[in-house]
């Protein structure tokens, strides 16, 4: 299958774009191309590509929800990746929490985390991709906005490398570590729920997203470790299967890149008090298996 490497933004450095000139604003939420949306066609399946991780904490921002070090993964951690599964779970895990300390201009937290994706960068084999003028230019950055874009250059490099080597199998990996850790950063954040919150809804609309990062894990399940881990996503399935899928009569939507005004049916998902908890819930525990490879 030709590479889908643009279907799945891994998380990795792209919470690096949620500077405050990211141009996301959350009155477009509704919009698809708030999401950046596009559609793709292969072997008789569509899959949207997700929407990245820019976007998610443009929300969080907007909800004024504060940077906390208790959401990252603990750098001991690391230590225990000794298998390519956990490796590469591990990397797009790490990558995540390196792109949120980078959005929130965390610069020693960062340094501390390039260095462990790099470590584990070796062991996955995309060591190329950080070389010595890339950890030169964190070491002599002039401001804040130059360490969003490293590690926004950095996530690109990646993308390529993977793409260019088709290692769409470990592309799927390091996607749902990195999709993972995002929601899993994001849900805890969100300490209470509450109706008509964008962050809530935010999370809620996850749900379109998890559900085309399983559809593009199956197309890799012939590989026994992507089945495996498909398996320990079942929990979280089982509950956005849940949530109910509501038409809005008469909605606006607005088309930002063409500014048109689109006047017809809608769709929301719609999360209850009790599912969020429920969602929270599973979305720790299944993160806490995997970032501490306790399966």
């Keep these: 299958m030709k590479s889908i ?7 990795c450095l792209l919470y690096s774009a949620c500077s405050e000139d990211a141009g996301v604003d959350a009155d477009n939420s509704d919009s698809l191309d708030a999401y950046d949306v596009n559609i793709i066609d292969d072997d008789n399946l569509t899959f949207y590509l997700i929407p990245s991780p ?13 940077f906390s070090s208790e959401v990252l993964n603990p750098q001991k951690n690391s230590d225990k990746y000794l298998d390519t599964k956990s490796q590469e779970i591990g990397f797009g895990i790490y990558s995540a929490d390196l792109a949120y300390t980078a959005a929130f201009s965390r610069v020693n937290e960062a340094t ?6 790099r470590n584990l960068s070796v062991k996955i084999g995309i060591s190329s991709v ?3 003028s890339l950890i030169k230019r ?4 002039p401001n804040n906005d130059s360490l969003i874009r490293i590690t926004n250059d950095t996530y690109y490099d990646i993308v390529k490398f993977l793409e260019e080597n088709e290692r769409d199998a470990s592309l799927a990996m390091l996607s749902t570590g990195g999709w993972l850790e995002s929601l899993y950063i994001v849900i805890n954040l969100k300490d209470k729920y509450s109706e008509n919150d964008n962050v809530i809804q935010l999370i809620a609309d996850q749900k379109n997203v998890f559900e085309n990062l399983i559809l593009y894990l199956g197309q890799h399940s012939d590989d026994e470790n992507i089945k495996e881990v498909i398996k ?4 979280i399935k089982k509950i956005y299967e849940e949530l109910e899928v509501v038409k809005i009569e008469n909605a606006e939507s607005v088309n930002s890149r063409k500014n048109q005004i689109i006047v017809g049916g809608a769709t929301k998902i719609v999360i209850n008090e009790k599912q969020f908890n429920k969602l929270k819930e599973t ?6 298996k995997l970032a501490e490879n306790n399966i």
């Design 5 to 11: 490497i643009k279907l799945l933004c891994f998380s």
């Design 232 to 235: 320990e996503l079942l929990p």
């Design 283 to 288: 979305i720790i525990n299944v993160r806490n």
């Design 112 to 117: 501390e985390y390039l260095k462990i994706v």
């Design 138 to 141: 964190f070491e002599n950055m």
């Design 130 to 132: 950080f070389d010595d």
């Design 54 to 66: 820019k976007d998610m904490f443009a929300f969080i921002k907007k909800g004024n929800l504060a």
